[in-house]
C-alpha cells in the first residue's frame, strides 16, 4: 500500500499503467501495450522513443524514509534472489550504475545519510556481496551518452555494455 501511495503522488501516470497492467495480467487478452520503447531485432535493451517525464526532480526529492521509510520487502526479495542464484549455480553481481554528473552531485551533497542507510539495511539483511562500479563510470564530459537522469541513449548503453562486461569478467 505504501508503495502505491507513494506512486500515485509523485508519478500517477506511471502508476495508472501499472496497475491497470496488474489488472490486465488476469485478462491477458486485453494486456496493456507500452509504446515508449521498441525492442531492438537484436534482442538487445530497449530503446527510449520518447523522453521520460518523470525524472525532472534532483535525486534526493526522490527518497522521502520519513514519509514512507525503507521497504523491508525489496531487501528480504534482494536476498531471495541472491540465494536463487547461488542455487542456480549463477554468479550474481551487485553495481552501481553510472549517472549523469548533475544527479552525481546531487547525490553526494544531499544523499550521504540516505546512501548510509541503504547500506547499513542492506547489512542487516545479510547482503554480503561486494558492490562494483560507481556513478562517475562515464564521467566526466559524458552526460551525452544519458536520455535522462536514470537511463543511458543507445550509444550509452553501446559503451556501458562494455564497462559492465569488463567489471563482470574481473569478478570471476
Known amino acids: 500500500i505504501t508503495a502505491a501511495k507513494y506512486s500515485l503522488e509523485h508519478d500517477p501516470q506511471l502508476f495508472l499503467k501499472r496497475y491497470k497492467t496488474v489488472i490486465g495480467s488476469f485478462f491477458p487478452s486485453s494486456a496493456v501495450k507500452n509504446e515508449n520503447q521498441q525492442i531492438p531485432a537484436d534482442f538487445g535493451s530497449a530503446v527510449l522513443m520518447k523522453r521520460p517525464v518523470n525524472f525532472n526532480d534532483p535525486v534526493h526529492k526522490k527518497f522521502q524514509l520519513g514519509k514512507y521509510g525503507w521497504s ?23 553495481f552501481y550504475p553510472p549517472k549523469r554528473s548533475d544527479f552525481i552531485v546531487d547525490y553526494n551533497t544531499n544523499c550521504a545519510a540516505i546512501h548510509a542507510s541503504f547500506l547499513a539495511k542492506l547489512k542487516a539483511f545479510g547482503f554480503v556481496s561486494p558492490i562494483t562500479g560507481s556513478f562517475e563510470q562515464l564521467q566526466p564530459g559524458a552526460d551525452s551518452l544519458f536520455a535522462d537522469a536514470y537511463h543511458l541513449n543507445k550509444p550509452g548503453q553501446e559503451i556501458y555494455s562494455e564497462i559492465f562486461l569488463k567489471m563482470v569478467m574481473k569478478k570471476d
Open 72 to 94: 523491508d520487502l525489496q531487501f528480504e526479495y534482494l536476498q531471495k534472489i541472491i540465494s536463487l542464484c547461488e542455487n542456480k549455480n549463477i554468479s550474481f553481481t551487485a
